[in-house]
């Protein structure tokens, strides 16, 4: 074998088997930050997840147990088990649900509040790394970890997304050929790929068919006719939002 060529075993990995161990020295980095930003604090990365996402819910009035087991993708023992430590811990309160005596809604106490607020300080290292590629890399990075969220979603493997490719705001490559092709109709302002959110806190699903459709003109780089399939007399679900939503909540401003 020629001096620097690769060993048989590496050059014989498929592309998706080199991406994936790409993926695994990635999360490595995580999970090593992650447990030691969290155990600084005197927390594990679980208790600090539940933290965040009591924090950013949309829905603080009815966050439960279940929704964060939920929105965790983790058991309900798991989750009942990191509640109850973060309970004692003084940082989450369990108050009884007005609208349903019987449930019980997690809210964070003011300590709980303070913590939450450094509880994604551990993926400054994964950003600090993101942030030193190019940028029309990391765009091409956010596309392709868009669509893989996407498939696992379809698949029941991770939380459902609010993402750009199914949001009824969204319109894919509405102008086509620009830095920033696609359209954010609640924002009334072009984005491009590197603008794309994961987590918006304004996204509204669009429809089952409509979705499919957002996706398939997203990847094939067709500009939408703004009908929906099959009916040309109707406007784009997204369109009619209001004029006044001219500025990015802070909410949208995230991932
Ligand atoms: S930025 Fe938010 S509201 Fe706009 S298209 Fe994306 S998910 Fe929808």
Request: hydrophobic share 40%; proline share 6%; with cysteine.
């Given at each position: 074998?020629?001096?620097?060529?690769?060993?048989?075993?590496?050059?014989?990995?498929?592309t998706?088997?080199?991406?994936?161990?790409g993926?695994?020295?990635v999360?490595?980095?995580?999970?090593?930050?992650?447990?030691?930003a969290?155990?600084?604090?005197?927390?594990?990365?679980?208790?600090?997840?539940?933290?965040?996402i009591?924090?950013g819910?949309?829905?603080?009035?009815?966050?439960?147990?279940?929704?964060v087991a939920?929105?965790m993708?983790?058991?309900?023992?798991?989750?009942?088990?990191?509640?109850?430590?973060?309970?004692s811990?003084?940082?989450?309160?369990?108050e009884?649900?007005?609208?349903?005596?019987?449930?019980?809604?997690?809210?964070?106490t003011?300590?709980?509040?303070r913590?939450?607020?450094?509880?994604?300080?551990?993926?400054?290292?994964?950003?600090?790394?993101?942030?030193?590629?190019?940028?029309a890399?990391?765009a091409?990075?956010?596309?392709?970890?868009?669509g893989?969220?996407?498939?696992?979603?379809?698949?029941?493997?991770?939380?459902t997304?609010?993402?750009?490719v199914?949001?009824?705001?969204?319109?894919?490559?509405?102008?086509?050929?620009?830095?920033?092709?696609h359209?954010?109709?609640?924002?009334?302002?072009?984005?491009g790929d590197?603008?794309?959110?994961?987590?918006?806190?304004?996204?509204?699903?669009?429809?089952?068919?409509?979705r499919?459709?957002?996706?398939?003109?997203?990847?094939?780089?067709?500009?939408?006719d703004?009908?929906?399939p099959?009916?040309?007399?109707?406007?784009?679900?997204?369109?009619?939002v209001?004029?006044s939503?001219?500025?990015?909540?802070?909410?949208t401003?995230?991932?």
């Amino acid at each position: 074998m020629p001096r620097g060529a690769p060993s048989s075993s590496t050059a014989d990995l498929t592309t998706g088997q080199r991406v994936v161990a790409g993926l695994s020295k990635v999360a490595l980095v995580f999970r090593h930050a992650q447990w030691e930003a969290s155990g600084r604090r005197g927390l594990t990365p679980t208790q600090s997840q539940i933290l965040a996402i009591v924090a950013g819910s949309r829905v603080p009035d009815r966050l439960g147990v279940k929704a964060v087991a939920e929105q965790m993708a983790v058991t309900m023992g798991t989750a009942s088990e990191a509640v109850g430590a973060l309970v004692s811990k003084g940082l989450l309160r369990k108050e009884a649900d007005e609208a349903d005596g019987r449930a019980v809604i997690l809210r964070l106490t003011p300590r709980g509040v303070r913590e939450a607020s450094v509880a994604s300080e551990w993926s400054e290292v994964i950003v600090d790394a993101v942030e030193a590629m190019p940028e029309a890399e990391r765009a091409t990075l956010l596309r392709g970890l868009i669509g893989m969220v996407r498939t696992m979603e379809g698949r029941g493997l991770v939380p459902t997304a609010r993402m750009c490719v199914g949001c009824r705001f969204f319109s894919p490559n509405e102008h086509p050929g620009r830095s920033k092709p696609h359209h954010c109709l609640f924002i009334e302002a072009p984005i491009g790929d590197a603008d794309l959110r994961i987590d918006c806190g304004e996204m509204e699903p669009a429809g089952e068919q409509e979705r499919s459709r957002l996706w398939d003109v997203f990847v094939n780089g067709r500009p939408l006719d703004r009908q929906c399939p099959g009916d040309a007399g109707r406007a784009h679900p997204g369109a009619g939002v209001s004029k006044s939503r001219q500025t990015v909540s802070s909410s949208t401003k995230g991932a």
